[in-house]
């Protein structure tokens, strides 16, 4: 009961933060013009703790897309926030579909290039790859399986560089990321450690005006 009230609480305060920062995100539009982005990436997911290979093999796919909003105008430090929505499949294991926001600070190095860290936490729905069956009538039968809602909460870290004399400047990522899956398995795993290692694009939400 716990859990699932700890998971609904995780739940509706992602949801809460999508929609506040997308009404600040019209804000700003209307009366100051700071910095707005969207970002995808793709990325190779691994079960493992940070301290285990950089890149993992074999490689399980996924892409994640949403929007960063900076909170300042400064472009040496720059203070932000993002809102994602992601999906990944690792075989064997599991499907998830992510929705979280996480909070960031970037601090330009030379030239174009800078290195940030966030902190984030959101919704996680997991889809186990394996079926399940019940016994019923002597005879088992395939179950629906529909996932389960858990908790997802970790931290990032990112190198990036950002177009220089372009009028509306593309940013390129490298970005390592950790969080963890909650409560994964109760009674034997609580808590599942996922790195992700992301390669991405972040384009000004101008990019489509002409």
């Given at each position: 009961m716990f859990t699932m009230r700890l998971t609904n609480f995780f739940f509706g305060l992602t949801i809460g933060m999508f929609v506040?920062?997308?009404?600040?995100?019209?804000?700003?539009?209307?009366?100051?013009?700071?910095?707005?982005?969207?970002?995808?990436?793709?990325?190779?997911?691994?079960?493992?703790?940070p301290i285990g290979q950089f890149f993992s093999s074999p490689v399980h796919l996924g892409g994640t897309a949403g929007?960063?909003?900076?909170?300042?105008?400064?472009?040496?430090?720059?203070w932000f926030q993002t809102a994602k929505l992601g999906f990944s499949y690792h075989q064997y294991v599991q499907s998830t579909v992510q929705l979280y926001s996480e909070f960031g600070y970037r601090r330009a190095i030379w030239r174009g290039t800078a290195a940030e860290m966030r902190l984030g936490?959101?919704?996680?729905?997991?889809?186990?790859?394996?079926?399940?069956?019940?016994?019923?009538?002597?005879?088992?039968?395939?179950?629906?399986?529909?996932?389960?809602?858990?908790?997802?909460?970790?931290?990032?870290?990112g190198l990036s560089y950002t177009q220089q004399k372009a009028a509306k400047p593309l940013r390129f990522f490298l970005d390592y990321q950790v969080y963890m899956q909650m409560p994964f398995v109760k009674s034997y795993v609580p808590l599942l450690p996922n790195t992700l290692l992301h390669v991405g694009l972040a384009a000004p939400f101008s990019i489509f005006n002409k």
């Amino acid at each position: 009961m716990f859990t699932m009230r700890l998971t609904n609480f995780f739940f509706g305060l992602t949801i809460g933060m999508f929609v506040g920062l997308l009404s600040t995100l019209d804000a700003s539009a209307q009366t100051e013009p700071k910095a707005r982005h969207y970002v995808v990436s793709v990325f190779n997911a691994a079960t493992q703790l940070p301290i285990g290979q950089f890149f993992s093999s074999p490689v399980h796919l996924g892409g994640t897309a949403g929007a960063e909003f900076r909170y300042n105008r400064q472009p040496n430090n720059q203070w932000f926030q993002t809102a994602k929505l992601g999906f990944s499949y690792h075989q064997y294991v599991q499907s998830t579909v992510q929705l979280y926001s996480e909070f960031g600070y970037r601090r330009a190095i030379w030239r174009g290039t800078a290195a940030e860290m966030r902190l984030g936490a959101g919704y996680l729905h997991a889809i186990p790859a394996t079926e399940i069956f019940t016994l019923k009538d002597n005879a088992y039968q395939k179950k629906t399986n529909l996932g389960r809602p858990q908790v997802m909460a970790g931290a990032a870290l990112g190198l990036s560089y950002t177009q220089q004399k372009a009028a509306k400047p593309l940013r390129f990522f490298l970005d390592y990321q950790v969080y963890m899956q909650m409560p994964f398995v109760k009674s034997y795993v609580p808590l599942l450690p996922n790195t992700l290692l992301h390669v991405g694009l972040a384009a000004p939400f101008s990019i489509f005006n002409k």
